[in-house]
């Protein structure tokens, strides 16, 4: 099975071509640039290097969030245009997911909390153990998340919001904290691997059934609810 991934929820971004569960190749975005100004030109660089023609690939993933309402709604759009031109499987998954995975093969035996640096000083995070989810995305000042760490033994962090705040991590939990390497790992390729295991376990979502994980509400809501209380 060949998968098309892309992850737009990073501040680089990334994608990848798996084929059944190893990664050919895994792009990282272009620094500096939006994901829009790249796309879906990154996707077809991927498959000309490869010289793989887009009708050989067998399914599509995305990265559903949490992360930016913007590279959001731009990687989902670029995924489901292609899944329904190929007439092709499409796979939504969060990349908390993702970086937990990622974190799994580092520590299998201890909590994995990813976090996702969610500006305005607060973070996209949960927590999971075994491949478990323990606790669901929420977004949150990072001293609250880790007051609920407190009582457990070690905690792998991982993804970038872990290293914007690496310091109070290591203040609130000590030597209980581990940090993942690299603390923010491309993502493409890991999404295009959970993508594959969805299909193999007999789901065929179709690109329409896609929707973006929103954590926090956006800045377009926020704003009408406080005309609406004016």
């Not at 010289?51 to 969030?65: P, W």
């Not at 927590?127 to 905690?155: C, D, F, I, K, N």
Request: aromatic letters at 4%; glycine letters at 10%; a negative charge.
């Amino acid at each position: 099975m060949l998968v098309l991934a892309l992850d737009t929820t990073t501040r680089t971004g990334s994608c990848a071509l798996a084929r059944d569960g190893h990664v050919i190749r895994e792009l990282a975005g272009v620094p500096g640039q939006s994901h829009a100004e790249h796309l879906p030109g990154d996707l077809m660089r991927l498959l000309d290097q490869e010289e793989i023609a887009l009708a050989s690939v067998d399914a599509f993933a995305t990265a559903t969030g949490p992360g930016s309402f913007t590279g959001m709604r731009v990687g989902i759009a670029t995924m489901q245009g292609l899944a329904f031109a190929m007439e092709k499987p499409l796979v939504g998954v969060s990349g908390l997911d993702a970086l937990a995975r990622i974190g799994l093969a580092q520590a299998p035996h201890v909590a994995v909390a990813t976090w996702v640096d969610a500006w305005r000083g607060e973070v996209y995070a949960a927590l999971y153990h075994g491949g478990r989810e323990l606790e669901s995305p929420t977004v949150e000042h990072p001293a609250t998340v880790l007051e609920r760490h407190r009582q457990r033994g070690q905690v792998l962090f991982i993804g970038d919001g872990a290293g914007t705040f690496e310091r109070l991590i290591r203040e609130a939990l000590g030597d209980r904290a581990v940090m993942a390497a690299p603390l923010s790992p491309l993502l493409a390729g890991t999404i295009a691997h959970i993508a594959r295991d969805v299909i193999l376990a007999g789901s065929h979502p179709t690109a329409d059934a896609v929707r973006p994980l929103y954590v926090r509400r956006t800045d377009a809501e926020l704003a009408r609810d406080g005309r609406t209380r004016q």
